[in-house]
């Protein structure tokens, strides 16, 4: 796994040396932290939430981008990773890391940046959240972790990508796809609840 750079919050080096600790090999791309400390800059004081807090490499970066007055909540189903990345987070007020299932974080918005890494996005036999339940007007969803697309419909294995067309062509939603590296892309949609209605 890369470092991430000198500059970013040392948080994020404890994350990742928690997740070498502990075997974990899911925490974001530094790459598509870099991303995610742009979004959280460009929320100021809002609420910024996560699902699938792992060892909080995202959540870091999130947070060393962050306005001081923004509060950020994640949720972690496993119960040791979440006290694991809770303890990480101790000294950080504007912090909350919670245990338990990914829709109980909707308690918490809604939310001005909302990153799906651990439930949410409708990548596997879930249904995907809906926006309007979720997001303020002008909020932002952000999902790692998707081979670009070279064509529309996307497609994954051969076969029309319907989690991703989902969010792609949503009627409430403005997205895209930016690609992090050559190899990985993350989709990024703002809700735009007038978009429906006649002009
Ligand atoms: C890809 S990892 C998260 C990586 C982390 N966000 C980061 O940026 O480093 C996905 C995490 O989601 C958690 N998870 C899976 N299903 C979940 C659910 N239903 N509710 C909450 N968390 C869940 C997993 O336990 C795992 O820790």
Redesign the pocket.
Known sequence: MTAPPASSNDLVGQ?LDL?ARTG?S???RPEH?ELLRLLARGVGPGVIG??????????AWLLSGADPAARLVS????PE?CKDAAELFRAEPAVRVLH???RDLLADGPFDLL?L???GQGKGAEPPLDPAEWLRPGGLIAMDDFTPATSWPPLYEGRVDEPRRYWLDHPDLRATEVRVTPDAATVLATYLPGLRAPR
């Open positions: 994350a997740a974990f899911q925490s974001c932290g996560e699902t699938g807090t792992g060892c909080g490499a995202g959540l949720i972690e189903r496993d990773r338990g299932d990914w990153v890494d651990g439930g």
